[in-house]
């Protein structure tokens, strides 16, 4: 784990959770780890590892949370609902994203500017985002300005906002429309959605979902259905988007 001085000095940050969905991430959870701040906690959440993944993740210094339902949404809310912190951010656990740039999402929300923050994820080098993984988000990312107005470019995994904020959203997605089922209801409940730029990274192993066709076929399928839910209310947050 980091060992640096911890974002939340100084800031208006109490405590930080980092949620990290994991599926035989055995390769890259030290990397992971490592860029996790300090003064932050580690949730990795393990979705059925067969890779010694939880084990590697516990000698580490993560929390490790135990989710036997399959589903990256499953994971996603295990976490959140184990989390105790002012702050929840969520990140990918397969070294493609920096978690210790969710140190100036954080910082974001907690200065009033955005309610949710997001990473439009920037592909550094050939072959790190697939291209018939590329054209589906870019499908769903035009689904979503027809369906909430919101203008954005990705529905990337890096993202951080209030807990008791995110659970107000009653998110029931366990699958892979999770991601966009909370922006979709975050934008109904009109928060503020911010998109910043990050380095996208060659993943370590092998993909679950966007390495394949019918991994994003089965992602499509999923937030589709999210889409056709119709508009609900949540508690406003304030600010217009």
Not at 68 to 88: L, N, P, T
Not at 186 to 204: F, I, K, N
């Amino acid at each position: 784990m980091n060992t640096g001085d911890p974002v939340n000095t100084g800031d208006p940050v109490n405590t930080v959770d980092v949620v990290l969905p994991c599926l035989n991430e055995a390769e890259a959870l030290p990397w992971v780890l490592g860029r996790i701040p300090a003064g932050w906690r580690a949730l990795v959440v393990d979705n059925g590892s067969t890779d010694g993944s939880a084990g590697i993740a516990r000698s580490l210094g993560a929390t490790v949370v135990t989710e036997s339902r399959r589903g990256f949404g499953a994971a996603c809310h295990a976490g959140a609902m184990v989390s105790d912190a002012e702050y929840v951010c969520f990140s990918d656990c397969d070294a493609s994203l920096d978690p210790g740039l969710l140190t100036g999402f954080v910082r974001t929300v907690a200065a009033g500017q955005a309610d949710l923050v997001l990473g439009r994820r920037r592909p550094q080098g050939r072959g790190t985002w697939p291209p018939h993984a590329r054209a589906g988000n870019v499908a769903l990312a035009w689904m979503l300005r027809r369906r909430t107005g919101l203008r954005l470019h990705d529905l990337g995994p890096l993202r951080a906002m209030r807990r008791e904020a995110l659970l107000s959203l009653e998110l029931t997605d366990r699958r892979s429309g999770y991601p966009l089922q909370m922006v979709v209801r975050a934008a109904d409940a009109g928060w503020r959605v911010r998109e910043e730029d990050v380095p996208y990274l060659p993943r370590a192993g092998k993909s679950k979902v966007t390495g394949t066709w019918r991994g994003t076929w089965h992602a499509v399928r999923d937030m589709r259905a999210v889409l056709a839910e119709a508009p609900r209310t949540a508690p406003a947050l304030g600010g217009a988007r």
